[in-house]
């Protein structure tokens, strides 16, 4: 959902990618049913874990979740503490 919200608005700007920390075979249904109540089509996108991003980033934002991360190197970091929205309703 963060790599299609981002490139929604920021595809002209930035490289964005996004990835977590568990492996899942494909996009939940309920996050790509919330995806198309904006009209962001989430054909194309997959879980990806955090190996598959670049080694080295600008900017880097978590999203906190209670999840520890492992150090990525990054020019400026955000933590914006978010509630994981895994299994809640839309």
């Known amino acids: 959902m963060a790599e299609a919200w981002a490139n929604e608005f920021l595809k002209d700007t930035f490289n964005v990618y996004s990835a977590g920390t568990e492996e899942y075979p494909e996009v939940k249904p309920l996050a790509r049913n919330v995806m ?45 503490r978010l509630d994981d929205p895994s299994g809640k309703e839309i």
């Open 36 to 80: 198309e109540e904006v009209g962001i089509d989430m054909d194309g996108y997959f879980p990806k874990l955090l190996s598959a991003i670049p080694e080295e980033l600008d900017i880097l934002v978590t999203m906190g979740c209670n999840v520890v991360c492992p150090f990525i190197p990054n020019k400026h970091m955000e933590d914006w």
